[in-house]
């Protein structure tokens, strides 16, 4: 994990409440990103910034959103549009866009009540 | 775009035995390989990389191996033990192109027998 944190670990909410994860980052790394996890299935990913104060849609973008005010930090909130928000979130970074491998944080698992 | 496959979703070895989890991928174009470990309710911690400028790379007790003819990634581990079981999954990025994100494969679940 070293150098990604990710909090909380585990979280609950109503139905009909928005959340927001934190992912914070002491790695000086550019790049951050946001993915879902359900059980036996890829990673799909959520939203990206290659740099602050910018970020991009993934392929399941649809009832999330992101900040990037920050270098060290990428929350994400997970809106009530989202329909079946329950699983396991990852945050990841790397160096720079275009190179090298991403590196994981410890994950938020979310349960909807 | 790319997809990447996976051959068995699960694996069962005896301890000691060597270990081999590979992986498919669809797009020629991909040149960057990774491969990741995952240990349940943990984040992904990364094992091992390849660009596609080689066939082969080692690490302590893995090697990847990449044969681009038919867009095969495998990675072997070496006298298995029962620390290494987890979820093992392979990412495929094509950083030369205009695409520089992971696309990610559902993984292989390793259970090493003592």
């Known amino acids: 994990d070293g150098g990604i944190t990710q909090s909380p670990k585990y979280l609950f909410r109503k139905e009909g409440q928005n959340v927001t994860l934190s992912c914070e980052q002491n790695l000086n790394h550019d790049a951050m990103y946001w993915y879902r996890q359900d059980p036996g299935q890829g990673l799909r990913l959520i939203y990206y910034?290659?740099?602050?104060?910018?970020?991009q849609k993934g392929d399941i973008a649809e009832g999330y959103s992101v900040s990037r005010e920050k270098k060290e930090s990428f929350p994400l909130t997970v809106t009530s549009a989202q329909k079946n928000p329950t699983a396991f979130y990852l945050c990841?970074?790397?160096?720079?866009?275009?190179?090298?491998?991403?590196?994981f944080g410890p994950g938020t698992r979310l349960t909807v009540l | 775009g790319e997809s990447v496959g996976l051959h068995l979703p699960t694996l069962s070895v005896q301890e000691g035995d060597n270990s081999i989890i590979n992986c498919a991928y669809s797009?020629?174009?991909?040149?960057?390989f990774i491969w990741y470990k995952q240990e349940s309710g943990k984040g992904p911690q990364f094992i091992i990389d390849?660009?596609?400028?080689?066939d082969k790379r080692q690490g302590q007790r893995v090697t990847v191996l990449l044969n681009k003819t038919v867009k095969h990634l495998s990675l072997q581990i070496a006298a298995t033990q029962p620390g290494d079981s987890a979820v093992y999954f392979c990412?495929?990025?094509?950083?030369?192109?205009?695409?520089?994100?992971?696309?990610f494969g559902k993984g292989t679940k390793l259970s090493v027998k003592p």
């Open positions: 990412a495929v990025a094509n950083y030369g192109g205009s695409q520089g994100n992971l696309i």
């Open positions: 797009n020629s174009a991909s040149d960057y």
């Open positions: 990841a970074t790397r160096l720079a866009f275009s190179t090298d491998t991403q590196y």
């Open positions: 910034s290659q740099i602050v104060n910018d970020f």
């Open positions: 390849i660009r596609s400028n080689m």
